[in-house]
């Protein structure tokens, strides 16, 4: 079973669209998180919940919102998409936890080319 | 602001030979260091990781050492192999910040 799954893989769309990807985790983990990865291969966070709570939000254009509806979803909505926006997004879940740091669980990813 | 250098971009071995990839980190709250792989088109996967009160992990072929006075950490591979090859990131994070700061990436070739 995939640990982290997001949605979908590939999405091709036109500048101005609005778009949603979704992701899921069956770890059981307290966190998760949206990164982007540009096309130097740069890892940069974006949002990160925990327990459905709102704890990190990093200068991203708002329009880009994540909701959380539970602790195993964090979905990824996008409006007005432009060209620089095309990238490839990564979800990911840990088990962050106060007294120490645990490692990511990456989603396989899904590269966003905006035309 | 918070930050973590890697060097080098890109790196080329022959197979069988051992690569040294370095972070320096700005930081001195951080305390828990991993390193991820992330092969072509996959997503980064988590290889080893090393906490501020221990100096040195290994792990069969690789190894970290973290020097937390000079604030940097190197990984370590022996005996380099093909499927080594990958983009390697290492990353910085405090206790209970939950956020990592990546380094930009390594790009190793293991030459057959």
């Known amino acids: 079973d995939t640990a982290v799954s997001q949605t979908p893989k590939y999405l091709v769309t036109q500048m101005g669209n609005d778009k949603s990807i979704k992701c899921e985790q069956n770890?059981?983990?307290?966190?998760m998180y949206w990164y982007k990865q540009d096309s130097k291969k740069f890892l940069k966070i974006m949002f990160s919940?925990?327990?459905?709570?709102?704890?990190i939000n990093e200068t991203v254009p708002n329009r880009f919102s994540p909701k959380s509806p539970d602790k195993a979803h964090l979905n990824l909505h996008i409006n007005s998409l432009e060209l620089g926006d095309s990238a490839v997004y990564f979800c990911?879940?840990?088990?962050?936890?106060?007294?120490?740091?645990?490692?990511?669980?990456f989603g396989s990813g899904t590269r966003l080319t905006v035309v | 602001g918070e930050n973590v250098e890697q060097h080098p971009s890109t790196l080329s071995v022959q197979e069988g030979d051992s690569a040294v990839i370095k972070c320096t980190y700005s930081?001195?709250?951080?305390?828990?260091f991993p390193w991820y792989k992330q092969e072509l088109g996959k997503r980064p996967q988590l290889i080893i990781d090393?906490?501020?009160?221990?100096g040195e992990k290994k792990d069969q072929r690789i190894a970290v050492t973290l020097n937390k006075t000079a604030k940097h950490f190197s990984l370590h591979i022996t005996e380099t192999q093909p499927e080594d090859s990958a983009v390697y990131f290492c990353?910085?994070?405090?206790?209970?910040?939950?956020?990592?700061?990546f380094g930009t990436g390594t790009r190793l070739k293991v030459l057959a």
């Open positions: 990911a879940s840990s088990q962050a936890r106060t007294g120490g740091n645990y490692g990511y669980t």
């Open positions: 770890l059981g983990h307290d966190t």
């Open positions: 919940y925990n327990n459905k709570e709102l704890i």
């Open positions: 930081d001195s709250a951080s305390n828990y």
């Open positions: 090393i906490r501020s009160n221990v």
């Open positions: 990353a910085a994070a405090g206790e209970g910040t939950y956020k990592y700061i």
